[in-house]
């Protein structure tokens, strides 16, 4: 069974500029997870999603921020236009919904975006 | 809200030795409790997870982690350190309640010595 893929694995942009990052879920897993890390600092949850909706995004820092999830599979994270503390690993993770919410997470390498 | 702590930011130890990893969380109920490890240039793996029943969970790669209520712990341990165990280390705590997102600690880097 293959694992969580995001792509690229590295991304390096100017201030100003567009980046699209995308996650390939295991496949059958419903629940997609965004995380990102800044550099120093905790891994902090984005958004979630289950199938095509998104269940929460309250982690979202700001509205140049973009998630879509195209028919419950694959999804994309677009940051429009990039800034300086965009900067850092962007995770995605799936999961397969579990009774009493017992989901396990499996995480992908993870894309590094920096912004210079 | 939920919070996670993990007080060391760096830990090393000689290979061979035992090692220890220390996690405090901050829920009002008992919350799902996971330890993450990451290796240079991979993505995170998951160690180990509690969600009830008996408070000693056995992991991969011979780690292990009790969960403590009266002292909101969750301590990873490892009898045995292996030079390949050098990685960083998350402790994560997630709640049905909260949608099941991950809330993680800063992370614990260890260094194998040998």
């Known amino acids: 069974e293959a694992g969580v893929t995001q792509f690229p694995s590295h991304s390096v942009i100017e201030k100003g500029q567009t980046v699209t990052l995308r996650c390939d879920p295991i496949?059958?897993?419903?629940?997609l997870y965004w995380y990102r890390r800044v550099m120093g600092k905790e891994i902090k949850f984005l958004l979630h999603?289950?199938?095509?909706?998104?269940?929460?995004e309250s982690g979202m820092p700001n509205n140049r921020f973009l998630a879509e999830r195209t028919g419950g599979t694959y999804s994309t994270l677009k940051v429009q236009p990039a800034e300086l503390e965009d900067s850092g690993v962007y995770f995605c993770?799936?999961?397969?919904?579990?009774?009493?919410?017992?989901?396990?997470?499996?995480f992908g390498p993870g894309t590094r975006l920096t912004v210079t | 809200a939920q919070s996670v702590t993990q007080p060391d930011i760096h830990i090393t130890v000689s290979e061979g030795a035992s090692l220890e990893l220390r996690c405090n969380y901050s829920?009002?109920?008992?919350?799902?409790l996971f330890w993450y490890v990451q290796s240079p240039g991979q993505g995170l793996q998951l160690l180990l997870k509690?969600?009830?029943?008996?408070?000693l969970v056995q992991g991969i790669k011979g780690f292990e982690a009790e969960f403590k209520r009266s002292q909101s712990s969750f301590n990873l341990r490892k009898p045995s350190v292996h030079w390949s165990d050098a990685a960083e280390y998350f402790c994560?705590?997630?709640?049905?309640?909260?949608?099941?997102?991950?809330?993680f600690g800063a992370g614990t880097i260890l260094r194998v010595k040998s």
């Open positions: 993770a799936s999961s397969h919904p579990r009774r009493g919410g017992r989901d396990e997470q499996y």
């Open positions: 496949s059958g897993h419903d629940n």
């Open positions: 999603f289950v199938k095509e909706s998104k269940q929460d």
């Open positions: 829920y009002g109920a008992t919350p799902y």
């Open positions: 509690y969600f009830s029943g008996d408070t």
């Open positions: 994560a705590v997630g709640a049905p309640e909260y949608g099941n997102k991950l809330v």
